[in-house]
């Protein structure tokens, strides 16, 4: 007896599908997504490589000190560094994230087949992912300001 389980469905359905599948095609659709991964693996390498250098002039320059007032002041330039290669790769993966949305948005209302109804939606999508992206970098920026305020404040002495 014959029963209609999910992996005969799918098994029918590839079947039936087989003589329409179309090589060229299929290439294209995926192009788009290799793109973005290829741009994200590019972004995380060159990412990877800023930080390596970030930590290898730090090693370099604590080698050998033997004040720890010296020591302390490298590792608080090390951190300062840090904060700021933080917030430029995050600034850069907002940027690539927002791009690549206003590039799928951009697909969608290309592959449909009214696109001038779709339109004011997409406008709208792609004016709230630049909103964020200019919220995020606001936000980074105030941060930053905070943070080098806070570490140039004189130290007020404490009254034993």
Known sequence: MFKNTPFEAIAKTMSESTPKFNPTAMQDAIKPAQDNLKAWADLAQSQAKEAQAVITETVDSIKGIK???EAFEIMKASAEAG???F???LKD???LSVGQFHSTVDAIE???PAPEAFASV???LKSAASTAESALDSALEKGASMAASATSAPKSKKAR
């Open 110 to 112: 290309k592959a449909l």
């Open 67 to 69: 004040d720890p007032q």
């Open 87 to 89: 917030a430029k790769n």
């Open 93 to 95: 993966a907002t940027s």
């Open 83 to 85: 904060m700021a290669l």
């Open 122 to 124: 997409a406008k709208g």
